[in-house]
């Protein structure tokens, strides 16, 4: 009912207004005073020892266990080997006494997570599970959980706990290196970034820009998303919503493997959506954007606040405020999120019951 969605014309844009209430939830009791990371949930475990990690999850769950990925390599001496759990639950698993799983699941329910958690507990491995659903069954068969606290999500396509999960794997992350003490300012730096994150997002979903442009963009039947590091799970993620929900046929590519294949798909009826903040990889990004201009696609860029430059080679550009480079994918999730939204309705398509798709896949 319309006293259900507060006001709103669906769940999903609703769920992306509590964003903000959303994110302070997670964080409550997860960094002291002083911005260092708390997760007692771990103290048991051997973090220091951990050499390996193994992430496991399908869906968004997988494109939040992807920005981990980057982030921990980057910052911390480990491994860490993601995989869909439909791959994952088939193939051989090596677990030792150095070698962590993380399961990614909102609902705590999806039947190839859960059997994936099931062999790494046959392995003798042990689990951290990161769920929305306290007392799911992927809960109750994980070691320990890092619960999401986003409340309930009604719209299919996951919005706000997306966001919950990238804050928690952050902090998750953070607690990795304070505790190998590899703790520099820098990371207390990025700590008070998460910290102060709802407000800015906050201002970051009430640009009305987001809709105005997307606008623009309804009527094509294909869309291109690119990106480069952690942002390539933007890429991939902002081409998953927009699939699901407005059915264009989206996808979403590391932006340096355009010349590899999918250029040759480029031309005026199949536009890019750039995903190119002011980070260490921004030069590429301008180059990968370069080349799709030559093949005459329309190109709609999210970029820093204050990159004017950037609008010489875009058709459309969406900003964000700075922040620390490797936090751009939580800024950018709920603008992709609402582009995507905008276009499902203005296509006619109610965005929080997509044809085909469950909220959570039980069955294998
Ligand atoms: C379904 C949902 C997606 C979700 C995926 C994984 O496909 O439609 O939104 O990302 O399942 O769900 P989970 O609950 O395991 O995170």
């Given at each position: 009912?319309?006293?259900?969605?507060?006001?709103?014309?669906?769940?999903m844009?609703?769920?992306?207004?509590?964003?903000?209430?959303?994110?302070?939830?997670?964080?409550?009791?997860?960094?002291?005073?002083?911005?260092?990371?708390?997760?007692?949930?771990?103290?048991?475990?051997?973090?220091?020892?951990?050499?390996?990690?193994?992430?496991?999850?399908?869906?968004t769950?997988?494109?939040?266990?992807?920005?981990?990925?980057?982030?921990?390599?980057?910052?911390?001496?480990?491994?860490?080997?993601?995989?869909?759990?439909?791959?994952?639950?088939?193939?051989?698993?090596?677990?030792?006494?150095?070698?962590?799983?993380?399961?990614?699941?909102?609902?705590?329910?999806?039947?190839?997570?859960?059997?994936?958690?099931?062999?790494?507990?046959?392995?003798?491995?042990?689990?951290?599970?990161?769920?929305?659903?306290?007392?799911?069954?992927?809960?109750?068969?994980?070691?320990?959980?890092?619960?999401?606290?986003?409340?309930?999500?009604?719209g299919v396509a996951a919005s706000?706990?997306?966001?919950?999960?990238?804050?928690?794997?952050?902090?998750?992350?953070?607690?990795?290196?304070?505790?190998?003490?590899?703790?520099?300012?820098?990371?207390?730096?990025?700590?008070?970034?998460?910290?102060?994150?709802?407000?800015?997002?906050?201002?970051?979903?009430?640009?009305?820009?987001?809709?105005?442009?997307?606008?623009?963009?309804?009527?094509?039947?294909?869309?291109?998303?690119?990106?480069?590091?952690?942002?390539?799970?933007?890429?991939?993620?902002?081409?998953?919503k927009?699939?699901e929900i407005?059915?264009?046929?989206?996808?979403?590519?590391?932006?340096?493997?355009?010349?590899?294949?999918?250029?040759?798909?480029?031309?005026?009826?199949?536009?890019?959506?750039?995903?190119?903040?002011?980070?260490?990889?921004?030069?590429?990004?301008?180059?990968?954007?370069?080349?799709?201009?030559?093949?005459?696609?329309?190109?709609?860029?999210?970029?820093?606040?204050?990159?004017?430059?950037?609008?010489?080679?875009?058709?459309?550009?969406?900003?964000?405020?700075?922040?620390?480079?490797?936090?751009?994918?939580?800024?950018?999730?709920?603008?992709?999120?609402?582009?995507?939204?905008?276009?499902?309705?203005?296509?006619?398509?109610?965005p929080?019951?997509p044809?085909?798709l469950?909220?959570?896949?039980?069955?294998?």
């Open positions: 009912s319309a006293a259900e969605k507060g006001g709103f014309k669906h769940f844009l609703k769920e992306i207004d509590e964003i903000p209430e959303s994110i302070e939830s997670a964080l409550v009791g997860r960094f002291d005073d002083d911005y260092n990371p708390v997760m007692h949930e771990l103290d048991e475990f051997n973090i220091e020892k951990i050499k390996r990690i193994l992430l496991v999850a399908c869906g769950s997988y494109h939040a266990g992807l920005v981990f990925k980057y982030f921990a390599e980057k910052y911390l001496n480990v491994d860490v080997l993601i995989d869909v759990a439909s791959e994952f639950r088939y193939r051989p698993i090596r677990i030792d006494d150095e070698t962590l799983t993380i399961a990614i699941s909102q609902s705590g329910e999806t039947a190839d997570t859960l059997e994936s958690i099931r062999a790494v507990k046959k392995a003798g491995g042990k689990v951290v599970a990161i769920s929305n659903v306290v007392g799911s069954t992927i809960t109750r068969e994980s070691d320990v959980t890092l619960y999401m606290n986003a409340g309930p999500e009604i706000k706990t997306y966001v919950n999960q990238l804050i928690l794997l952050y902090t998750l992350a953070l607690y990795m290196i304070k505790k190998r003490n590899l703790w520099t300012e820098e990371h207390k730096k990025i700590a008070k970034q998460i910290v102060s994150s709802a407000n800015l997002i906050k201002k970051i979903i009430s640009n009305k820009e987001i809709e105005r442009v997307s606008d623009h963009y309804k009527n094509y039947q294909h869309f291109m998303y690119i990106g480069r590091g952690v942002n390539t799970a933007t890429a991939l993620e902002g081409a998953l927009l699939k407005s059915y264009i046929n989206a996808v979403g590519y590391p932006a340096g493997e355009l010349k590899h294949g999918p250029i040759a798909l480029l031309d005026p009826t199949f536009p890019v959506f750039a995903i190119a903040p002011k980070d260490s990889l921004y030069e590429k990004m301008r180059s990968n954007i370069e080349e799709t201009r030559a093949r005459n696609a329309r190109i709609l860029t999210i970029a820093t606040e204050g990159d004017t430059e950037i609008q010489k080679i875009s058709h459309d550009v969406l900003y964000v405020p700075e922040v620390h480079e490797d936090l751009y994918p939580l800024v950018i999730a709920p603008v992709i999120q609402l582009f995507a939204y905008y276009i499902a309705d203005k296509r006619g398509y109610d929080d019951k044809r085909n469950a909220k959570s896949v039980t069955v294998e």
